[in-house]
């Protein structure tokens, strides 16, 4: 079975610009979160999407933002970028119900804002 | 989300067993303890995951006394390649659903 697919896996990008991170989750599971791992903040949850809908959202300003398809896989964008938001962002996905079930996580995007 | 307390490092050798201590003290009676290892530049990878006294799998074994107010991931015999970050979280995942909450890890460090 395919892991969890994060494209592109590098990004390089200038402040003010808006960027879309794309994952495609394990084949039947229909929950996507997304975190974002700094050196100074660690892994940070930033929101959740379950059957096309947000389940759960972190602390994070508007400018990030996701969405859900029908085939479960999901997109994050961030608009305006900022110096700070240089990060590595992780995806993971899992099944969904019952909630208590491990999350699988793809290998990230590396994201540098200049 | 309870908070988790783990040491920030540890260095072992080769062979040896590897036990990683996390504290949970204010955790409720929903919670489920689950471990999590990180390779750089890769994305966290489940390891095991509890609710109370012992559980193990085919990598590894999660102790854990009946207070539940701590949790000890063990390692059997390690090699250079379960150098990595581990992180302990605690949390209700049938009512937080997938909203993980990381720490900061325990860095481990495998001698040869």
């Known amino acids: 079975k395919a892991g969890v697919t994060q494209t592109p896996r590098y990004l390089i990008k200038t402040r003010g610009q808006q960027v879309t991170l794309s994952c495609s989750p394990i084949?039947?599971?229909?929950?996507v979160s997304w975190y974002q791992q700094t050196p100074g903040q660690g892994l940070q949850f930033l929101f959740e999407y379950f059957s096309e809908t947000q389940r759960n959202k972190g602390n994070f300003p508007g400018r990030f933002s996701g969405r859900q398809f029908s085939n479960s896989r999901s997109e994050m964008n961030v608009s305006t970028l900022e110096l700070g938001d240089s990060a590595l962002y992780l995806c993971a996905s899992s099944p969904g119900q019952p909630a208590n079930q491990p999350q699988h996580f793809g290998d990230g995007t590396r994201l540098s804002i200049l | 989300l309870a908070k988790t307390t783990q040491p920030i490092s540890m260095d072992s050798y080769e062979g040896q067993e590897v036990n990683i201590t996390c504290s949970h003290n204010n955790i409720a009676t929903n919670d489920y303890i689950t471990w999590y290892q990180q390779f750089p530049s890769q994305g966290p990878r489940f390891i095991i995951q509890?609710?109370?006294t012992k559980v193990t799998n085919e990598v590894a074994s999660l102790f854990i006394p009946a207070d539940r107010k701590s949790s000890t991931l063990s390692l059997p015999r390690v090699s250079l390649s379960d150098t990595a970050v581990y992180y302990c979280?605690?949390?209700?995942?049938?009512?937080?659903?997938?909203?993980?909450?990381f720490g900061g890890g325990t860095r481990l460090m495998v001698k040869p």
């Open positions: 084949s039947g599971h229909r929950s």
């Open positions: 979280l605690v949390g209700d995942r049938l009512n937080a659903g997938n909203m993980l909450t």
């Open positions: 509890g609710y109370k």
